[in-house]
């Protein structure tokens, strides 16, 4: 029986089946060579290092596949990781695809419920139309329903979008109320669009990664063209022409939620509902990383995790 990953400790004899998230073939300062892993499984994601390797071995497997581990577990830097002793590539059916597979069909069904519930609570007549030209398109639904949110740091496993997407839309009704300035189904239907590029943006099957659309237009842009793509499609189904400021606020939202340039936003928030959105998305996405960090530390002060350089801190684990 195979252990998860989330349940290995250090010292630990290893011989058991992982996936091959990913590889590369390096040299150290002598001129030896060895292999990089990051292995994976249902439960994340670990480092691994196999010294004294060579082609022959590099190549027995590729990215994606099943691989038997002999080896062992040690903490390097504050962080566990798996030295590895030999390795072989495995069939499919050799391993239980449960032990892989990240993602949580019952979580996504409650997710996808949930978020019909919450953009059913929108009147808006045009808002209420674009809402259903998204909900009513199953090709879309079903990419959004596996989508990460992220291929590192929050949400980033299959389903996370729409988990990062539904926490967001909750956020919106419970600050919403204490703001009587804020339009609260423009800022709704924001935290709704704001990341659903990630859906074209990120590979959804296999290892999380950047698809060649993602890499080259990234997944604000996607996004927009999404949403325009949509209220062409209202504006056919109605045979009304959707209000052009609703467009422009909705398009802002989208453009804008990353915060600042420096994080890769065009435009910086202008709005009361564009400043509202950007925070909500970064509470629950740091809230996410941050909670994670604790949860893979294996430092062994039972207080404080190791200092992290991502986030430049310890955390406090309580």
């Known amino acids: 029986m195979r252990t998860p990953i989330n349940e290995l400790a250090d010292g630990m004899t290893l011989a058991q089946a992982f996936q091959a998230a990913d590889k590369q073939l390096r040299v150290n300062r002598q001129g030896g060579k060895y292999i990089l892993l990051k292995l994976s499984d249902r439960s994340g994601t670990i480092a691994a290092m196999m010294w004294n390797a060579d082609e022959t071995i590099f190549d027995r ?108 839309m909750e956020l919106v009704r419970l600050i919403s109320p204490r703001y009587s300035e804020l339009d609260t189904e ?25 698809t060649d659309r993602g890499q080259l237009i990234g997944h604000i842009v996607i996004g927009i063209q999404q949403l325009s793509e949509k209220i ?18 909705l398009e802002h939202l989208v453009v804008s939620h990353h915060g600042s340039q420096e994080f890769g936003s065009p435009k910086i928030p202008v709005t009361l509902e564009a400043v509202a959105l950007h925070h909500i998305d970064n509470l629950d996405a740091k809230l996410a990383f941050y909670t994670a960090i604790i949860g893979r530390d294996v430092a062994a002060d039972g207080n404080w995790t190791n200092f992290n350089p991502s986030i430049g801190r310890k955390l406090w684990k309580g």
């Not at 423009?186 to 296999?206: C, N, P, R, T, V």
């Not at 062409?232 to 606020?249: A, H, I, M």
């Open 61 to 168: 497997f590729d990215r994606g596949d099943y691989i038997f581990c002999q080896g062992r577990t040690q903490i390097h830097n504050g962080v566990l990781q798996i030295i590895v002793t030999q390795l072989e590539r495995m069939d499919a059916s050799e391993v239980d695809a449960n032990d892989f597979d990240r993602f949580d069909s019952g979580q996504a069904e409650q997710h996808t419920a949930r978020l019909r519930e919450l953009l059913a609570t929108l009147s808006q007549p045009f808002l209420t139309r674009l809402a259903a030209a998204y909900l009513e398109d199953d090709d879309f639904m079903e990419r959004f329903r596996v989508a990460a949110a992220a291929v590192s740091n929050h949400h980033a496993y299959p389903g996370g979008l729409l988990h990062h997407t539904v926490n967001m």
């Open 186 to 210: 423009l800022l709704m239907m924001g935290a709704f669009l704001h990341d659903l590029g990630k859906i074209d943006e990120l590979k959804a099957s296999g290892e999380i990664s950047y």
């Open 232 to 249: 062409q499609q209202v504006e056919r189904d109605s045979g009304e022409s959707f209000p052009t400021n609703l467009r422009y606020q």
